[in-house]
């Protein structure tokens, strides 16, 4: 769980060179496009609220959890697929030992 927490924090931080926007209504981007999907959906919001927190060990994924009621309704949608996956993915059984 901490390494999917880091992922999205390293993917939020990595936005800010990125050249994909938001959509204009501040709508959830297309499923499917996993991290990359809440990455394009939370830029805007990460820049605003997060803009002074130092990257790494968590901090900007904190800081978007503090802020989470500011955040826009796109990147709320993006972080609450992004949380149902990881709880889908962890109440499948493991694969069998070979």
Do not use: W
Request: aromatic share 2%; proline share 11%; hydrophobic share 40%.
């Amino acid at each position: 769980m901490l390494i999917r927490a880091l992922a999205f924090a390293a993917l939020l931080a990595a936005s800010s060179t990125a050249s994909a926007q938001p959509a204009p209504d501040g709508a959830a981007p297309p499923p499917g496009g996993g991290g990359r999907g809440a990455m394009m959906a939370c830029k805007a919001d990460r820049e605003a609220l997060c803009a002074g927190v130092e990257h790494g060990g968590g901090r900007i994924m904190q800081c978007m959890k503090d802020n989470y009621a500011k955040l826009s309704p796109g990147c709320q949608d993006a972080m609450k697929s992004m949380r149902a996956a990881r709880q889908a993915e962890h109440q499948q059984p493991p694969p069998p030992p070979q």
